[in-house]
């Protein structure tokens, strides 16, 4: 769905969009530290593509504006 609709694959094959796509999140994973669920911090925990949204202690703009724009995501096909 994300190699078809987004732009920065624009101009790619199909194959070259799906090798630029696993090679950034390769480079993603090398840089994710996990949250433990307990977590004293703030945090948006997004899970396949805004399937599932988790958030901890999120409050003022975040809790009234974005949080709920993340939710609002829809990146699967329509028809």
Known sequence: VKIGSC??????TPDEAMEDLKTRIRNY???YEPIPEQAHESYIKIYN???RVV????YGRLA???????MAWN???RP
């Open 64 to 70: 009234k504006v974005v949080l709920p724009a993340i």
């Open 7 to 12: 732009p920065d694959f624009g101009g790619m």
């Open 29 to 31: 994973e090398a840089r």
């Open 75 to 77: 990146t699967g096909s």
């Open 49 to 51: 593509l805004s399937s």
């Open 55 to 58: 958030s901890n202690h999120v």
